[in-house]
Nanobody, 116 residues
């Protein structure tokens, strides 16, 4: 049974930082590209950051220079370090695992709220 479990969300003031974690089980983690997506109320889910099996990263323009995605294959975990947070970063953040010829997997999401 595949599980992606996100953690690390919460309430933070503008300019603050959070670190999200996504622990994967039931998959060969090193064979999957991993991503973080977010969905704000009334908006479509959007890609935030992506990291390939080989560690190549890609970011949405809105988070470049503020967010960093990384992975630890030994721990089967992907991280999203979020700095200089803005109110518009408020959303539910979802972890995604993707591999060619396989169905993608999603976590249950973790709420991030940026507010003073």
């Amino acid at each position: 049974q595949v599980q992606l479990v996100e953690s690390g969300g919460g309430l933070v003031q503008p300019g603050g930082s959070l670190r999200l974690s996504c622990a994967a089980s039931g998959i060969i983690f090193s064979a999957y590209a991993m991503g973080w997506y977010r969905q704000a109320p009334g908006k479509q889910r959007e890609m935030v950051a992506h990291i390939t099996r080989d560690g190549v990263t890609n970011y949405a323009d809105s988070v470049k220079g503020r967010f960093t995605i990384s992975r630890a294959n030994v721990q089967n975990t992907v991280y999203l370090q979020m700095n200089s947070l803005k109110p518009e970063d408020t959303a539910v953040y979802y972890c995604n695992a993707r591999r060619s010829s396989y169905s993608p997997f999603w976590g249950q999401g973790t709420q991030v709220t940026v507010s003073s």
